[in-house]
């Protein structure tokens, strides 16, 4: 089984900062691509940023120059910095992940998802 927990979410006031993680853990081969969505309230979910194995990242347009996110490959954990936040920045941020598992010996990638961390930013 495995398992995507995220932490580090809270109430912070705009232009303020957090710094979110997403650790994996269970039976995992591999780690391919992982990243962060997010949702607001009456929203879709949207994507904010992700990152490969390689650590090449791609971000939400609107996003870039505030979010960073970055991985430690030895500890199966992504992380989103998040600096000068919004109101608008306000929602649940769900961490995503490609991984790989044995299943009946043969190498099996599928999209995990995390249970979601609540984001909220002060005017």
């Known amino acids: 089984q495995v398992q995507l927990v995220e932490s580090g979410g809270g109430l912070v006031q705009a232009g303020g900062s957090l710094r979110l993680s997403c650790a994996a853990s269970?039976?995992?081969?591999?780690?391919?691509?992982m990243g962060w969505y997010r949702q607001a309230p009456g929203k879709q979910r949207e994507l904010v940023a992700t990152i490969t194995s390689a650590s090449s990242t791609n971000y939400a347009d609107s996003l870039k120059g505030r979010f960073t996110i970055s991985r430690d490959n030895a500890k199966n954990t992504v992380y989103l910095q998040m600096n000068s936040l919004k109101p608008e920045d306000t929602a649940v941020y769900y961490c995503?992940?490609?991984?790989?598992?044995?299943?009946?010996?043969?190498?099996?990638?599928?999209?995990?998802w995390g249970k979601g961390t609540l984001v909220t930013v002060s005017s």
């Open positions: 269970g039976s995992i081969f591999s780690i391919n691509a």
């Open positions: 995503n992940a490609n991984i790989a598992t044995i299943v009946a010996l043969s190498v099996s990638n599928m999209n995990y």
